[in-house]
């Protein structure tokens, strides 16, 4: 989606604004421009990647205030034209924006007298802040009455000819500052700046932020209001490739750190017990009836995982909705229901719905999430971070991985304090999450055995990935990937359910890639295995008791109990990569998709 930098400081404005739209790019863009000037504003945009921008802009200028933006089209195709900044008629007032201005065709009709070059809803902004200026207002209050006019959601950067500031104001998408030696950073994330500090202000909904030679001032209703400044705990290189080909393979590889850190200080494996510094008390557990998990995408499939351990392990029923359909439902009690929020982003705008959906009914909300200061932090009543580090990779990888993980522990706490799950059950849960990284680090030392299965199979027709309970849900997750990143046809489903429909489809050219371990019920996989190479599919399989084989492909699984198969995962990831990059395919921007989907 959609990306934002801004900056001010002592530096050339040019290439700091150009690297952090390179930093942007991982989050999926069609257009991307930038605006730079002191007494006169000069755009440069187009259509395309970031590099053709770089060859319409000069080599170098002498500017030190700069704002750019990568474009995900919502309103109007990707053209030069739609891309941003957009501007007044008279190239005074430039503005970049993420969101959705709900009202702008009312707004265009308003400024009727004015000519507008672009389709978007966004070039309502630069008009309304250029009226505002006309009427004798000074920049600030201009660009808070203009943001008074706008319905919707909106983060909003501004750079206006002969004033030597950044204005900045959020309604519904982020904004963060970061503050370093060499001046002050706006971005709509932190990869946008992180190469020059990890110093940063998060800021709420309806701030009005002015950046200009002596830093950040703040407006919250109006007063001016003191704002924290936070360190971030990501290493400098966490968002660069370090030597990897793309940044999926790296974050494929950086899992078992990822998993150290998600897991790090929150288990007691002699008590079976976790530590997880949220607020659900005792006899609100015990009173639950349901836990419902709402996500999107990869998400949803960690979702799919979890919710298997919250009935068999915290005996609670629990539900998956997928966000966009999520309502709360008038047969259920507010009071006994929690609702938990998985998203790696923080910003999706379905996940960020459905939660807004079960708090209006009254149910306590819970975000599982791998970003600080994110939109859906301000919302719910608790969150649990899953500490990954940075992820670029369009498609999630090591989020996955570090949702289960961060879910299973919130299983233990739940099943504990519920007296569902005894003692010696949650030790051998948490002993399964500490043998993780170790165990997906064997998975990654197999990785030439993984690329040798991708050569084979890569020019099949379709591919399909079974499994049963736990592994139904890395079947699922395992399809996505392979999909998203090779654009080849793949599917998951329940293993029982192959026969009734999808069998149709398997041929001698279709894999089926099969999930055989522990926690997906191989005894009851393998016959339906037997079904498919019976219709000659060649079945590539993850197991953990080799004897039970006779596979064309056998990827062996260390024995790890109810993580196994999110161990199994990890093949299913360097499959879908090394199928991708096989075909030369975009693999960390795949087509038409976006990091984070911040439109519903
Ligand atoms: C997008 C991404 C997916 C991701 C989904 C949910 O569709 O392309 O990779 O799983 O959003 O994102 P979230 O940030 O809420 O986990």
């Known amino acids: 989606m959609c990306g934002i ?60 205030r700069g704002i750019g933006h990568t474009r995900w089209s919502t309103h109007g195709p990707p053209t030069d034209a739609n891309a ?76 206006i000819a002969g004033v030597d500031s950044l204005f900045a104001i959020r309604e519904g998408s982020p904004l963060i500052i970061g503050h370093a030696e060499n001046g002050t950073f706006l971005g709509s994330d932190v990869t946008a700046f992180l190469d020059h500090t990890q110093q940063v202000t998060y800021l709420a909904d309806g701030d009005l932020a002015v950046i200009d030679r002596d830093g950040l001032s703040v407006y919250r209703n109006g007063e001016l209001v003191d704002v924290a400044v936070e360190e971030l705990d990501w290493e400098a290189d966490a968002a660069e490739k370090g030597g990897y080909d793309h940044y999926m393979r790296k974050e494929i590889h950086e899992q078992p750190r990822a998993l150290r850190q998600t897991i790090s200080g929150r288990l007691d494996t002699d008590r079976g017990r976790v530590a997880l510094d949220i607020d659900l008390p005792t006899e609100y557990l015990e009173s639950l009836e349901e836990i419902q998990l709402v996500a999107c995408g990869t998400s949803y499939y960690a979702s799919v995982y979890a919710a298997d351990l919250f009935e068999s392990l915290a005996d609670v029923r629990t539900t998956v909705e997928v966000a966009s359909e999520y309502e709360f439902s008038t047969n259920r009690d507010p009071w006994r229901t929690l609702v938990v929020a998985v998203t790696q982003s923080g910003e999706t705008a379905d ?44 498609a999630a990888t090591k989020t996955f991985a570090s949702q289960v993980a961060t879910l299973a522990l919130l299983v233990v706490l739940v099943g504990r304090k519920r007296g569902a799950l005894s003692s010696e059950r949650a030790t051998s849960v948490l002993d399964s999450l500490r043998g993780l990284p170790g165990a997906v680090q064997q998975i990654l030392d197999r990785e030439d055995t993984v690329l040798e299965t991708a050569e084979t199979y890569a020019d099949s027709d379709a591919f399909f990935f079974i499994g049963r309970r736990l592994g139904r849900a ?13 654009y080849d046809h793949a599917e998951g489903f329940p293993a029982g359910e192959l026969k ?43 197991v953990s008791d080799t004897e039970a084989s006779a596979l064309d492909v056998t990827f062996p699984v260390p024995d790890l109990g109810v993580m196994e198969p999110l161990v199994t995962n990890v093949y299913w990831q360097l499959f879908a990569y090394h199928v991708a990059n096989l075909k030369g395919r975009s693999i960390d921007k795949p087509r038409n998709l976006a990091k984070s989907v911040t439109v519903e």
């Open 351 to 394: 996940t960020l719905s459905a939660i807004r959906t079960a708090a209006r009914a009254g149910a306590r909300t819970l975000a599982v999430t791998n970003t600080l200061g994110s939109t859906i932090t301000r919302e719910v009543d608790d969150t649990v971070f899953i500490r990954a580090g940075p992820e670029i990779g369009v």
């Open 500 to 542: 009734h429909g999808p069998l149709a489809l398997v041929t001698e050219n279709t894999p089926v890639l099969a999930v055989l371990t522990d926690g997906a019920r191989p005894e009851a996989t393998l016959p339906n295995v037997r079904e498919v190479q019976a219709r000659d599919a060649p079945v590539i399989g993850a």
């Open 5 to 64: 930098i801004g900056y001010l400081g002592d530096d050339e404005a040019l290439s700091v604004v150009t690297a952090g739209l390179a930093n942007l790019e991982y989050r999926g863009y069609d257009s991307a421009g930038v605006a730079l000037g002191d007494t006169e504003l000069t755009v440069y945009k187009r259509a395309g990647e970031v590099d053709a921008l770089t060859e319409i802009l000069p080599e170098s200028t002498s500017h030190t």
């Open 84 to 159: 941003h900044p957009h501007t007044d008629e008279a190239g005074r007032v430039a503005v970049v924006h993420n969101g959705i201005i709900e009202n702008y065709e009312q707004l265009r009709e308003r400024l009727s007298d004015r000519t507008f070059t672009s389709e978007t809803d966004t070039e309502v902004i630069p008009h309304l802040i250029a009226a505002e200026l006309d009427a004798g207002k000074s920049p600030k209050e201009a660009v808070k009455a203009a943001a008074a006019q706008l319905e919707g959601s909106y983060a909003i950067v501004v750079t």
């Open 474 to 486: 890395v079947s699922l997750e395992g399809a996505l990937k392979l999909k998203e990143i090779s």
